[in-house]
């Protein structure tokens, strides 16, 4: 058993504690205190100790496109130079995508990230998961404007799911089979994915994150429309739902308890309750948002409605990094009303818990994997814990974040 004592450490499970120390053995927390620690001490010195941040929403496999794909004033004219890109592929083919993934996986360590939800594709991201041994959630996302027959195509995917999963030895790895979104997915196929779902992972979408999203599930029009009739997959036999999106995925059947509804930029004050009420959870990626030109999302507002709030770094094609601390500054920035322990909170804990990962991760406490991350900390931010929250969440610098190397059993 190895103690490390730090100037703060953080359990996410209870308030900070200082001139603290954390015991582990075999790769897992065995106690948390003050005072007098138990066997062997490594002395962090002047850091924040805290559990390995969540990213629970990323695209792993679009690390090849990082700076190939521009901001953009609207998310249709985004989504045109997104498949313009992906349809000329990388150079080097699936090994450059392999190689730009592995790299991506190498910086989210890094920077202290333990915990992953992944959405794949190719399913390509199982095998860098595994290599790395970063823990994951990989969500095989399956599109389909038109879908003749739905059932068939979503019991090919949880075929290609189990086999990609059954060749590898993974340490802590979910999946699931989801629909990415309502303009991109038939309802037949949204409700068959959610009729054929079984935990643990849970079912995730890409919700509500653009005007113009909305505008086509009230209207059956705008850019949404006319993207899809571009892409010759409009189907007149599409019924226009005249509704908003989260009555959308309910007609369907697609919001369950644990549902990631990923972005909500545009979710009414209503539907963030309604969904609080369904038990599902927001994803929160401001950096992408913006990026995509989706809008700003409204931060305070998921907090106040009581739904709770994961976040996540989307990809390396619409963020200039997948950098937890990164992300959580852009909320601090949007949102300096919310309390900074709420954020870091979403950013370990909830995250956890979303991704079904709670008894594992996200917390400092006994029995929970040993994925500790330390954070060097300035004089000024030393003496109080609300200091040392604030800071976590303002900026900090990747220099100054250290992944602890806790040994295996």
Not at 121 to 128: A, E, G, K, R, W
Not at 221 to 245: D, F, I, K, N, Y
């Amino acid at each position: 058993m190895t103690s490390y004592r730090a100037r703060w450490v953080l359990p996410m499970s209870g308030p900070p504690l200082r001139d603290a120390w954390v015991s582990v053995s075999d790769s897992r927390v065995t106690n948390v205190g003050t005072g007098r620690a138990p066997g062997p001490v490594e002395d962090l010195g002047d850091v924040a100790l805290l559990p390995g941040l969540v990213n629970a929403h990323t695209h792993l496999e679009l690390s090849w496109m990082a700076g190939l794909v521009p901001p953009a004033g609207s998310m249709d004219e985004w989504i045109k130079t997104l498949l313009r890109v992906r349809r000329t592929g990388p150079v080097g083919g699936d090994e450059a995508t392999v190689a730009a993934m592995t790299r991506a996986v190498g910086d989210m360590l890094g920077t202290g990230t333990a915990l992953v939800g992944d959405i794949s594709n190719s399913l390509m991201s199982v095998s860098v998961f595994a290599e790395r041994q970063l823990a994951s959630v990989v969500f095989h996302e399956i599109l389909g404007f038109t879908s003749a027959d739905p059932g068939a195509a979503v019991r090919d995917a949880q075929k290609r799911r189990r086999v990609s999963f059954s060749s590898k030895k993974t340490p802590d790895v979910f999946s699931a089979v989801v629909g990415h979104a309502p303009y991109s997915t038939a309802p037949a196929l949204f409700a068959e994915i959610a009729a054929q779902h079984q935990g643990p992972a849970p079912l995730s979408v890409h919700i509500a994150e653009s005007a113009e999203e909305v505008e086509f599930l009230h209207t059956g029009g705008g850019p949404m429309r006319t993207l899809l009739e571009t892409l010759g997959v409009w189907t007149s036999a599409w019924q226009v739902p005249r509704c908003g999106p989260l009555e959308f995925l309910k007609r369907l059947g697609y919001l369950k308890p644990g549902t990631l509804l990923v972005h909500g930029v545009h979710l009414t004050v209503r539907e963030l309750e309604q969904a609080r009420d369904a038990e599902a959870v927001i994803v929160s990626c401001p950096r992408s948002n913006t990026w995509v030109g989706g809008g700003v999302p409204p931060i305070a507002r998921f907090y106040g409605a009581g739904v709770p709030v994961a976040i996540g770094t989307d990809s390396l094609a619409s963020t200039d990094s997948l950098n937890m601390f990164d992300e959580l500054a852009a909320l601090r920035r949007l949102a300096p009303e919310v309390d900074a322990a709420r954020l870091l909170d979403s950013a370990t804990r909830v995250g956890a818990e979303a991704l079904g990962f709670g008894r594992h991760y996200g917390t400092i406490d006994p029995g929970r994997v040993a994925s500790l991350v330390s954070v060097a900390l300035p004089a000024g931010v030393r003496a109080r814990p609300e200091d040392v929250e604030e800071y976590l969440v303002s900026g900090v610098s990747a220099a100054d974040v250290t992944r602890l190397n806790v040994p295996s059993p």
